[in-house]
C-alpha cells in the first residue's frame, strides 16, 4: 500500500514538472488590441440614456466633426450631455419649432473645444467659451463650484453635472446633465419695445391764421370793402334811372 502511494505520488511530481517546463517555454500572450479610434455615437450608446442628443447629433452631422476633431486633428474636447429626461423639461414641439441652423447651434453649445477634468473646472474662466457661433454675449456658459459639485447656468438654465461618462486620455471629456443647455442668444425672448411718443398737436401757421374778428378767414377790411362797391352800385343804378326820367320828361 505504501508503495503503490510513493508510485502515485511519483508520477503526480513528475506529471507537474513536465508541464512547467511545456508552459515556461511558450511565449506570452499578445496584449490587446487598441480600441481603435474615438466614436461620439458609440461612446454614448453604451448607457441608453442619451438617444435624443444622439439624433441632433446625427442630424446635424456634429458627430462627425466631433470625430473628426478628435481623430484628425487630435483636437481635445469635452461633451455636455443631457439625459432623455432632461429634453422632457422643454416645452412640447420646441425642439422641431428650430431652424436647421439653430439645432446646430443648440449642440455646438454643448462642446467645449478644450478637454475638461474636474478639478479643472475650479480655475476655468466664466464665461466659458462652447464651440457654438456668436461668441459668449449669445451663448453664456458660466461655471461655479460647490465642493466637487460643478455647477453651470447659462442665464435661462441651471444645471450640474450629475455623471461622468467618459474621460480618457486628457482628449475627450463627456459629462451628463440634467437639464438641455438653452442659450440667451437662441431662447431669449426679444425685448418689447417702448412705444412710440405722441406726436405734438398741430399748430396753424400764424401767417396763415385768418385775423380776430373775421369768419371763415375772411378780414372786417375785406366785407366793409364789399359793402362799399355794393353802395355804389346801386347808387350808380339810380343815377342812371334818374337821368332816363329825365330825359322822357324833356322829351
Known amino acids: 500500500m505504501d508503495q503503490m502511494l510513493k508510485q502515485s505520488l511519483s508520477t503526480l511530481l513528475v506529471i507537474f514538472f513536465l508541464h512547467c517546463i511545456t508552459t515556461s517555454g511558450q511565449s506570452p500572450a499578445p496584449a490587446p488590441a487598441p ?22 447629433l446625427k442630424s446635424t452631422q456634429i458627430d462627425d466633426q466631433i470625430n473628426s476633431q478628435l481623430n484628425d486633428l487630435n483636437q481635445a474636447l469635452t461633451v455636455f450631455v443631457p439625459t432623455d429626461s432632461a429634453f422632457s423639461y422643454l416645452k412640447p414641439g420646441m425642439l422641431n419649432s428650430l431652424t436647421d441652423q439653430q439645432k446646430f447651434q443648440l449642440v455646438q453649445f454643448h462642446v467645449v473645444p478644450s478637454f475638461l477634468s474636474i478639478p479643472q473646472f475650479q480655475t476655468v474662466g466664466n464665461p466659458l467659451r462652447t464651440q457654438a457661433g456668436g461668441g459668449t454675449a449669445q451663448f453664456p456658459l458660466n461655471i461655479t463650484m460647490s465642493g466637487n459639485q460643478v455647477n453651470m447656468t447659462t442665464g435661462l438654465v441651471n444645471t450640474s453635472l450629475t455623471d461622468t461618462v467618459y ?21 431669449r425672448p426679444p425685448a418689447a419695445q417702448a412705444p412710440a411718443p405722441p406726436l405734438p398737436p398741430k399748430t396753424s401757421d400764424p401767417s396763415h391764421a385768418a385775423p380776430s374778428g373775421s369768419e371763415d378767414g375772411v378780414s372786417d377790411n375785406d366785407s366793409s370793402d364789399a359793402k362799399d362797391r355794393l353802395n355804389y352800385a346801386q347808387n350808380l343804378v339810380s343815377f342812371g334811372v334818374a337821368i332816363i326820367v329825365q330825359l322822357q320828361l324833356c322829351l
Open 35 to 56: 480600441s481603435g479610434p474615438i466614436n461620439i455615437v458609440s461612446v454614448l450608446k453604451k448607457t441608453g440614456k442619451y438617444s435624443t442628443f444622439i439624433r441632433l
Open 167 to 187: 474621460s480618457t486620455d486628457g482628449q475627450l471629456a463627456v459629462y451628463e446633465i440634467d437639464r438641455v443647455l438653452l442659450s440667451e442668444g437662441l431662447f
